[in-house]
């Protein structure tokens, strides 16, 4: 691309504007984003914004290519020259301005949102945004609505094309919600805009590209829903017996302690229950299952959408050897089968500081082990012993469950 002869003004001035637009293209516009647009040397986005802006852009027009990684580099080298960048809506939320971000600083940068479509679908619904559970969808999988699907709950999702709302109503069907009402809102602002009203089991499509469902939820018998816990029942996951049980996951997840933004190890992941409650925590939780055996893997990532994480990331493979070259954990988790000294070692070596180890142990050799580094290195150990209530002959008594020694180490 061309760029204009001449010496760059200084590259910490306010050199890019982002400017978001909508449907109903520069009427809606205010008067410094128009100014931001018709100023530009260089205006950028997607063909449909520069469409929408045509009418105030003097610049050269920069349609975004696929995929967007070249463009962004393109947009980094005019840094001091003046540039605008269209978007939908907010910059910043689900949007461009996020990652400009990451490369330009505040100081250089001026933005105009608009209003996004989340705070469009609610204004049109009389529904307050902030009572609203919001999940994008734009480009992702569609199992991220499933931790949001409690009885009685309004979801607004951004999808990517027309056909999502019928993915979506699909996806309730299956999970024993389809009672829920959607409500698909198409090309809201513009001339096309129109609001379709259905109940899950009787969503047909398509729609227009642009599009926002918003879900009223209604729970049939046997919804599969989600509890705000991390004691999720067992249940909910496909296993084949190698499962940290609920009750023991709960206490393993509080000993874990989940804070925004961190990533788990999930060593001999199994059935991913322990890694899925770690990311069905907080959105920003990330985790890193690691296992074994094909089978089991090819399961944990089934459970993973099933339960609404689809990032997990899964990697197959035996520890210590498949650890080397992941990023370092903030957290590690070991359960009850694979705690041999080489699995152990690895994982408080590649630790960040500060960074959690649990490990559950539910033979004596690994126990051994645990009391072991317990003894040498500290750290909290426990046992936790459960019993459940079961007939024995014609009344009831107490069947113990297989003792777990828990093992809890904060590395310095």
């Not at 949102?113 to 919001?134: G, K, V």
């Not at 993973?304 to 650890?323: F, K």
């Not at 500081?353 to 009391?371: I, K, M």
Request: aromatic share 4%; net charge neutral; charged share 20%.
């Amino acid at each position: 691309m061309p760029v204009k002869d001449g010496k760059a003004p200084n590259a910490t001035a306010k050199w890019l504007s982002l400017v978001g637009i909508g449907e109903d293209g520069v009427e809606g516009l205010g008067a410094r984003a128009r100014e931001a647009v018709a100023e530009a040397s260089f205006v950028f986005g997607a063909r449909r914004h520069l469409d929408l802006a045509d009418p105030l852009i003097r610049g050269e027009a920069v349609a975004w290519p696929t995929p967007f990684d070249p463009a962004l580099g393109v947009v980094l080298g005019l840094r001091g020259r003046s540039v605008c960048v269209l978007a939908s809506g907010d910059p910043f939320h689900y949007g461009v301005g996020a990652t400009l971000a990451r490369h330009v600083s505040a100081g250089e940068m001026r933005a105009f949102p608009a209003p996004s479509a989340f705070s469009l679908a609610a204004a049109r619904l009389a529904w307050p945004l902030q009572d609203c559970e919001t999940v994008s969808l734009h480009g992702r999988p569609v199992d991220l609505i499933r931790p949001t699907l409690h009885p009685g709950r309004r979801v607004l999702a951004l999808t990517s094309d027309g056909q999502a709302p019928a993915a979506i109503a699909g996806l309730l069907a299956e999970s024993g919600f389809e009672a829920s009402i959607l409500h698909v809102l198409e090309a809201i602002g513009g001339p096309d805009e129109r609001l379709t009203r259905a109940a899950a089991g009787e969503v047909a499509g398509p729609f227009h590209a642009l599009n926002v469902v918003a879900v009223e939820v209604r729970a049939g018998p046997g919804a599969r829903i989600l509890p705000l816990t991390g004691g999720l029942g067992d249940d909910l996951f496909e296993h084949d017996g190698q499962i940290t049980k609920q009750a023991v996951r709960a206490m393993t997840l509080a000993a874990l302690g989940p804070r925004r933004g961190e990533l788990l190890w999930d060593i001999g992941a199994g059935s991913g229950s322990i890694s899925i409650a770690w990311m069905l925590a907080h959105p920003s939780m990330r985790a890193i299952a690691v296992e074994g055996r094909g089978e089991r893997a090819a399961r944990l990532s089934r459970n993973a959408c099933a339960c609404g994480v689809p990032g997990l990331q899964v990697v197959q493979g035996h520890a210590p050897a498949a650890l080397s070259g992941l990023p370092a954990p903030d957290a590690a988790f070991i359960g009850g089968g694979g705690g041999e000294p080489a699995v152990i070692e690895a994982a408080l070596e590649a630790l960040r500081s500060g960074g959690r180890l649990v490990a559950n142990a539910v033979t004596l050799e690994t126990e051994a082990e645990l009391v072991r580094r317990h003894a040498s290195l500290g750290g909290d150990l426990s046992r936790i012993e459960l019993s459940r209530a079961a007939p024995v002959g014609s009344m009831t008594g107490w069947r113990p469950a297989m003792p777990v020694t828990q093992w809890r180490w904060v590395k310095p």
